[in-house]
C-alpha cells in the first residue's frame, strides 16, 4: 500500500468511515489486492490512515454490506469473487446431439484495436481519443455456431489483451480479465431485446434472416461502480428461455 494519499479524493463533507470505504474500493477496483489474499488487517489499515480501529471496523462493515468484502473466520478478510460464469446461460439453452445439457466453446474470429462509436465510448467513459479492444467471437457446440458476440474493452485497461494469441483466449473471459489484467467484474447490467436476423447473423448462427434473435446487451463494471466491459450477445430466438423464481 502507497502509505501518503488516498488513492481518491476524500469528501471531506462524509464522516470518516464513509471516506476510508470509499477510498478502499479505489484500491480494490485497482487490484491492489489479490482475490485469493486476504487485504490488510484491521491494524494495519487503521495505522495507514490515521483513524482507529473502530472507524477501520465500520468502513469494512459497509463494503461487507454491499457484497464488496467478505469475512472468513480465523483467515482475514478477502475481496468476494463474484460468479458470472453461468449467468448468460440463463436465458440460452443448449442440447448436445445425445440431448443432454451442454456449455458452449468459444473461439476469437477477429481483434482489432480502434476507437469506439459513440454509444461505447460514452458508456465505457473513454475520451474521444481512447482506444479500445474490439473482440468478435462465437460460441459453439459440436462445431457450430450458436451464439455471436462482440466485446469492447477500454485498451488502457486492457492492455494485455491486444497482443495475446487469439488461441490463448478462454471460453470465458473474466477469469482471463482478472489473471492478465488485474480487472475484476464486480457487477453488470443486462438489456434483453428481441430483434431480426441480419445476414451476419445468417451466415454466423445458420438462422434464416429475418428470422427471430434475441441480443443480450451487457455492461459490466469494477468493484468502484465503473462500466468496463460492453457487450452484445446474439442468438437464435429458438434457443432462449427465461426462468425466474418469484416468491
Known amino acids: 500500500m ?40 484491521e491494524a494495519e489499515l487503521g495505522q495507514f490512515y490515521n483513524v482507529s ?3 477501520v471496523r465500520k468502513a469494512i462493515d459497509l463494503l461487507v454490506v454491499d457484497g464488496v468484502l467478505t469475512r472468513s473466520q480465523g483467515k482475514g478478510t478477502f475481496i468476494r469473487r463474484p460468479r458470472f460464469d453461468s449467468s448468460l446461460f440463463r436465458f440460452f439453452r443448449f442440447k448436445s446431439r445425445d ?3 451442454v456449455r458452449p466453446t468459444a473461439r476469437v474470429l477477429k481483434r482489432e484495436i480502434v476507437k469506439p462509436g459513440e454509444e461505447i465510448r460514452s458508456t465505457l467513459g473513454m475520451k474521444a481519443s481512447e482506444k479500445a479492444i474490439h473482440l468478435s467471437r462465437v460460441r459453439l457446440i459440436e462445431g457450430q455456431a450458436v451464439l455471436s458476440e462482440e466485446i469492447w474493452l477500454p485498451r488502457a485497461r486492457f492492455e494485455p489483451l491486444a497482443t495475446l494469441p487469439l488461441g490463448d483466449f478462454e471460453d470465458l473471459l473474466y477469469p482471463l480479465y ?10 453488470a447490467t443486462e438489456i434483453l431485446r428481441v430483434e431480426q436476423a441480419t445476414s451476419d447473423d445468417a451466415s454466423l448462427l445458420d438462422v434464416a434472416v429475418g428470422s427471430p434473435v434475441i441480443q443480450v446487451q451487457r455492461v459490466a463494471s469494477d468493484f468502484a461502480g465503473t462500466p468496463f466491459e460492453w ?10 428461455q427465461y426462468q425466474v423464481e418469484i416468491r
Open 2 to 41: 502507497d502509505a501518503t494519499s488516498f488513492v481518491t479524493r476524500p469528501d471531506g463533507r462524509l464522516p470518516r468511515y464513509q471516506q476510508l470505504r470509499d477510498d478502499l474500493v479505489g484500491r480494490i477496483a485497482a487490484g491492489e489486492w489479490a482475490l485469493e489474499e486476504p487485504i490488510a488487517t
Open 53 to 55: 480501529t473502530g472507524t
Open 99 to 101: 440431448g443432454e445439457p
Open 178 to 187: 482478472e489473471r492478465l489484467c488485474r480487472q475484476i467484474v464486480a457487477s
Open 231 to 240: 457487450r452484445s450477445t446474439r442468438g437464435a430466438a429458438a434457443t432462449f
